[in-house]
DNA sequence: TCATGTGAAAACGTTCACAGCA
DNA sequence: TGCTGTGAACGTTTTCACATGA
């Protein structure tokens, strides 16, 4: 299921290409996964291919974007623009996955009042005020650390029951907010980690003679960013 | 595994509190997993512990860094001086992970000669003069994704053997080389999928009858972002 | 007494291998 | 013939439950 958004975007790069039918192969091996796995993904949609065929991309994607609710078309408020909270609202990705950046929120006077893609930079305090056709059904924190528990507190205020975090910080919130953490710096320290083990193999001499661990497959963001 | 850097982050929290003791209860909690799973994850490293009262939360800490190699401190080149590079060169989080940018690069003239952290940026066609000692283990590629391939291939040249990549284009590298994507987008479709299928149990007349998935539990990140 | 550390069981995800269909 | 769709086998991760030790 993780992988359907890969997918999602691959097939979209298939059909403006016009292609014409795909195989499990051909789509695994664009994935970087193996063709047991996609079929296995994909038959959980349903069947759609054809039987020595392959698959029609449009056809596919169709299926995948309903399967992901891009018709949702969820608004979204982004609190704390820094780089990073430019990066995401300039993002040309949101709005083809389904998502609309509705409200811009941060606390810094040389910010508040700035446009950015036509939204008027507001002040934090604003968002208790949000009228209903603004108000999100998902809040992202991009503000430094100090912020983020404020800020997640001002957006359940407001009725947001889900929250994407970059902020470093670990946040409280009511058990009926579905709350996630995204950090950056674990994907760098997975690679830095993943490399030590494989170019390094066991050329220390002080290291343990524990022979490399099973080790990471797949890397869950789950835990505070410091990027902002 | 993947969970060491939340860990990590947490216990370093709790460390600058002068917390004494940390129970696998607490910080479960704190981390948003349940118990067992922390308990295992630490038994992996060693015995930390003291039974019947918890962990040492500086004494974890530094095992925790040690088992991910901190102590590396890994070179790493940023490609594309756009937000999201500059979010990730500004980032703190870097320093205290055990990496550090050594160059920066991007091909727009306006922003060839800035100095972010002290570090001019470059001419992306630089990459291949690039001295040893600032020839980085780890390249991140910001760069939109026509220009990824290209970076990538650079990158290779020089002899990076890990890339993570977070324009919006799968990468062809060769096999050698460690190649990670990251999606920030994903994570928003992943919450609102999750909140499509929590908040709206089959309120659709049309939907198949089929009881909620079991669902993403955690992410991957393993795909191309748009976001740069 | 209380919380760790850990075998054993259960759940889950991946891979295999092939039947079934175009 | 060629590729999908899928049970069955396999391996890994998570959870359970409790013996162990401070």
Redesign the interface.
């Given at each position: 299921?993780?992988?359907l958004?890969?997918y999602q975007?691959?097939l979209a790069?298939q059909v403006r290409n016009r292609t014409s039918t795909l195989s499990s192969e051909q789509l695994a091996s664009?994935?970087?996964v193996n063709a047991a796995k996609v079929r296995k993904d994909l038959s959980?949609l349903g069947s759609f291919g054809t039987r020595g065929t392959g698959y029609d991309p449009a056809f596919l994607l169709a299926q995948i974007d309903r399967a992901?609710?891009v018709d949702?078309n969820?608004a979204?408020a982004v609190v704390g623009i820094?780089?990073?909270g430019?990066?995401?609202t300039?993002?040309?990705?949101?709005a083809?996955?389904?998502?609309h950046v509705t409200a811009l929120f941060d606390v810094d006077p040389m910010v508040i009042g700035e446009e950015i893609k036509g939204l008027r930079v507001r002040h934090m305090n604003e968002i208790a005020s949000l009228r209903s056709h603004e108000r999100p059904?998902?809040g992202?924190i991009t503000t430094p650390g100090w912020a983020a528990q404020e800020v997640a507190n001002l957006l359940v205020q407001v009725g947001v029951?889900?929250i994407?975090n970059f902020a470093?910080r670990?946040l409280t919130v009511p058990a009926h907010v579905?709350?996630?953490?995204?950090?950056?710096?674990?994907?760098?320290?997975?690679?830095?980690?993943?490399?030590?083990w494989?170019?390094e193999p066991s050329s220390d001499g002080a290291e343990e003679s524990e022979p490399p661990?099973?080790?990471?497959r797949?890397?869950?963001?789950?835990?505070?960013?410091?990027?902002?």
């Open positions: 299921m993780v992988r958004p890969v975007r691959i790069d664009l994935a970087g959980l992901l609710g949702k969820w979204i820094g780089n990073l430019r990066a995401l300039n993002s040309q990705g949101f083809s996955r389904g998502f059904a998902i992202v029951t889900s994407l470093p670990v579905h709350l996630r953490y995204v950090d950056l710096s674990i994907e760098l320290q997975v690679l830095g980690f993943y490399r030590a494989r170019d661990p099973p080790l990471i797949s890397v869950g963001l789950s835990a505070p960013t410091d990027i902002v």
